[in-house]
């Protein structure tokens, strides 16, 4: 099982970045698909999910209304729409996989390498 994110890169304040995540060995169709974050010297925290009906959740209240999550299963991947960003976005955004949503970081057995957002002016 392999997940590769790729779309992080330095944006200033209010500006959007799209995060991909590309997933093989796996039927995608059957897996959930979740995002997560780490800031410079916090812990992992769950950002959102998408349940393989396409259903999302929402974990972080400080993303709501400003970040998108979607899926597409013949493309095999996810995305990480992210609008008016803030410096408290800056973080390694990392994709993982397992059949259900859960925000809990322990609960997912695959996971991408992660792909940096800086935000900044």
């Known amino acids: 099982v392999q997940l590769v994110e790729s779309g992080g890169g330095l944006v200033q304040p209010g500006g959007s970045l799209r995060l991909s995540c590309a997933v093989s060995?796996?039927?995608?169709?059957?897996?959930?698909i979740a995002w997560f974050r780490q800031p410079p010297g916090k812990e992992r925290e769950a950002v959102s999910c998408?349940?393989?009906?396409?259903?999302?959740?929402d974990y972080a209240d400080s993303v709501k209304g400003r970040f998108t999550t979607s899926r597409d299963n013949e493309k095999s991947s996810a995305y990480l729409q992210m609008d008016s960003l803030k410096p408290e976005d800056t973080a390694v955004y990392y994709c993982?996989?397992?059949?259900?949503?859960?925000?809990?970081?322990?609960?997912?057995?695959?996971w991408g390498q992660g792909t940096q957002v800086t935000v900044s002016s």
């Open positions: 993982a996989t397992d059949f259900f949503c859960k925000s809990d970081v322990h609960h997912f057995g695959f």
């Open positions: 060995g796996i039927p995608v169709r059957a897996y959930a």
């Open positions: 998408i349940k393989t009906s396409h259903d999302t959740l």
